[in-house]
C-alpha cells in the first residue's frame, strides 16, 4: 500500500507565493512520475506539473513560468513552488505518483488533496 500526503495550502494574497508539498511512504520499489493537478468548484481536474525521471517537467499552460516543480532528494517527494498566485489558481491541489510496487506492478496514488486560496 502506497499513500500520498499532501501539505502547505493555506490563504495567500495575489501576487504572492506558496509551497507545496507531497510526501510518499508504503511499499515503493521506484516512483517514475510525480505531478499536481488542481480542481476548483465547479471544474474538472486538471495538470498543473508533472516530472519524471530524466525529462524536463511538465507544466500547464496557465502556470508556466510561475510555478516549479521539483523533486526530493530521496525521491519519495515532490513539491510545487507557486509564484505569482492569482485568484484564478484558487483550487484544492492534489499529488499523484506513478509507483511501481515490483518490476511487474504499476499503480498510481493519489493525495486527499489540500486548500489553496488565493484572495484579498
Known amino acids: 500500500q502506497v499513500q500520498l500526503v499532501e501539505s502547505g495550502g493555506g490563504l495567500v494574497q495575489p501576487g504572492g507565493s506558496l509551497r507545496l508539498s507531497c510526501a510518499a511512504s508504503?511499499?515503493?520499489?521506484?516512483?517514475?512520475?510525480m505531478g499536481w493537478y488542481r480542481q476548483a468548484p465547479g471544474k474538472e481536474r486538471e495538470l498543473v506539473a508533472s516530472i519524471t525521471r530524466g525529462i524536463e517537467p511538465n507544466y500547464g499552460d496557465s502556470v508556466k513560468g510561475r510555478f516549479s516543480i521539483s523533486r526530493g532528494n530521496a525521491k519519495n517527494a515532490v513539491y510545487l513552488q507557486m509564484n505569482s498566485l492569482k485568484p484564478e489558481d484558487t483550487a484544492v491541489y492534489y499529488c499523484k505518483a506513478n509507483v511501481d510496487l515490483s518490476l511487474t506492478i504499476r499503480n498510481n496514488y493519489w493525495g486527499q488533496g489540500t486548500q489553496v486560496t488565493v484572495s484579498s
Open positions: 508504503g511499499s515503493i520499489f521506484r516512483i517514475n512520475v
